[in-house]
């Protein structure tokens, strides 16, 4: 089983024998075991045979405490390391980035803008990745072992940095490309921490609820606004699922606020209404008895319909006028009978 505390080399293919030495020093003067180190480059610290590549490289990512970079002019050229550094983004990893004497700091400015890099043949360099890295292990060395460990992997820098071929220059057009992925990465990111914040607060206050009504205006509450509106507009439908087109009709007079006198193609199909006590006829006025079993949970539907509305923004009204091709009015005949009727 793999250790939890893991770290991920990543560098490029043609440093192999820098992500070596580095191992080394991890495993003889930190204290970290075999299995606690990923590179893709060395025998029984990388990538098992037949296993699909850049599957395993994610998984490996997403599984390690911390990722160490090798800065060199070969991973510059890389666009797949480029991409891991992007993964790295994505997965807000513990992150340390070395740079080598044949690197300078200036070529961070296309790949890592706004990240604090350190030299990797400089003493309070390894010194720092090692009071970062002992923390992952149950047996770390002593100081000494580990000033002798660094002192022969400083000794050895030069020599093998030698051993690394030059690199193929990677295009303007390549690295301009995996920064725009990369950035992608980020942008994805930001709308997930705020995806992920929104869904936390919205359960806290689901599991303080008990009532039924109460829940469904949380809902209601996290939801975006085009959820909100056809959610509160199918409330009023069911609501008014039983009522007569009459009393319908009385009630979209009572929300414009007008007085309803029913023409002669009402005669006769109010009569029902008005003795079951649902309508009231007053000098010829027809409205809603809104003291009715039936009339009241309408009402309150309506009623939560048209504070949205009322309280709905620009973009929504902009929106909705584009669908329907129509106004987005709690008055309007067009807006009852899309919605309400």
């Known amino acids: 089983m793999k250790s939890p505390n893991r770290v991920f ?33 060395l025998a029984g610290l990388g990538i098992p045979a037949g296993t699909d590549f850049k599957t395993f490289i994610q998984k490996e990512l997403e599984n390690s405490s911390v990722v160490i970079a090798l800065l060199t002019p070969n991973y510059y050229a890389s666009s797949f390391c480029l991409c891991e550094l992007g993964g790295t983004w994505v997965l807000s990893k513990d992150f340390l980035p070395f740079v080598t ?18 030299r990797l043949n400089e003493d309070s360099a390894l010194d720092e990745m090692r009071d970062r890295l002992q923390l992952l292990t149950a047996t770390p060395t002593t100081t000494p072992r580990w000033s002798m460990k660094k002192s022969k992997f400083l000794s050895e820098l030069n020599d093998t940095l030698a051993k690394s071929p030059k690199p193929t220059i990677v295009s303007a057009a390549d690295l ?18 705020t995806e992920l914040e929104t869904l936390t607060r919205k359960y806290d206050a ?24 056809e959610a509160l507009a199918l409330n009023v439908k ?26 002669g193609n009402w005669d006769g199909r109010l009569v029902d209404d008005i003795e079951r006590n649902l309508l009231k006829s007053r000098d010829g006025i027809i409205e809603v008895n809104e ?8 009402i309150t539907a309506l009623w939560e319909l048209n504070e949205f509305v009322t309280k709905a923004s620009p ?16 008055d309007s005949r067009g807006f009852w009978e899309r919605h309400i009727c």
């Not at 689901?206 to 009504?213: F, I, N, T, V």
Request: charged share 35%; with cysteine; aromatic share 10%.
């Open 9 to 41: 080399i990543s560098h490029a293919a043609e440093d192999r024998a820098l992500a070596d030495a580095l191992s080394d020093l991890l495993i003889a003067g930190i204290g970290l075991t075999h299995d606690q180190i990923f590179c893709t480059s």
């Open 315 to 330: 973009e929504f009204y902009e929106a909705y006028e584009d669908k329907y091709q129509d106004e987005l009015s709690f």
């Open 101 to 118: 004497p044949l690197a300078g700091f200036g070529d961070l400015k296309a790949v890592l803008k706004g990240v604090q890099a350190i």
């Open 206 to 229: 689901l599991g303080k609820c008990k009532d039924k009504s109460a829940k469904q205006k949380i809902d209601l509450e996290f939801s975006d606004e085009s959820e909100q509106f």
């Open 291 to 298: 003291s009715h079993p039936k009339i009241r949970p309408v």
């Open 176 to 193: 301009a490309k995996t920064t725009a992925e990369r950035d992608g990465y980020m942008e994805e990111v930001k709308r997930l921490d």
């Open 238 to 263: 069911k609501a008014a699922k039983e009522l007569s087109r009459g009393v319908e009709e009385a009630l979209f007079y009572r929300a414009r606020g007008d007085d309803w006198f029913p023409d």
